[in-house]
């Protein structure tokens, strides 16, 4: 099967699912998949929940990118793949397993989708969305409250002490790496008409 990988990064709240469900759903469903960086955290069962809370999510070595590149090593081949089922709450994989075939078009969205080279070989288009830091915040704020049982006080310790400082270090400058900046001017319509054309020039 052809196909082609699109990356989409930026930092956490900058509204990659947002853009990739957009896409799909300009695009025919059955030609694109979604991956998320974010079901590739590895598993901590091994930890106590109390060790596990004390991880640092944003770092590049809370991810099992070696999985994430055999996983998209395999689409490209049209083979199909399980993506694990991750338990934010629990920082542990399910046993639940979620079987994706292989599509036309695949997303990857995360944070840190530009700053791994070997997953940075395999897009065909690299896009970063760089919003200011205040209205990711809110954004992050507002998921995590509705989507991950967080607390306002368990959240706000995060960003400071991990998500702030990881995004400066590691997110922040893997925009180099992209072919598309999109900043907070460019409406969801007009960057969606942009990643579509840049499809097209694929010739997929």
Known sequence: M???????????GSGKTTIAKALQKKCNENDLLIIKQDSYYKDLKHLPFKKRNEKNFDHPNALDF?????HLK????????DVPDYNFLKHIRNQKIINCASKKIII???????HHPSLRELLSIKVFLDIPPDIRLIRRINRDLKNRGRSINSITKQYLYTVRPMHKQFVDPSKKYADIIIDEKKSIESTISCLISKIKSLNI
């Open 2 to 12: 052809k196909n082609i990988i699109i990356g989409i990064a930026g930092g956490t």
């Open 74 to 81: 395999k689409l490209k081949t049209g083979s199909s793949i």
């Open 108 to 114: 990857v969205e995360g944070i840190l989708v530009l």
């Open 66 to 70: 070696n999985l994430l590149v055999k």
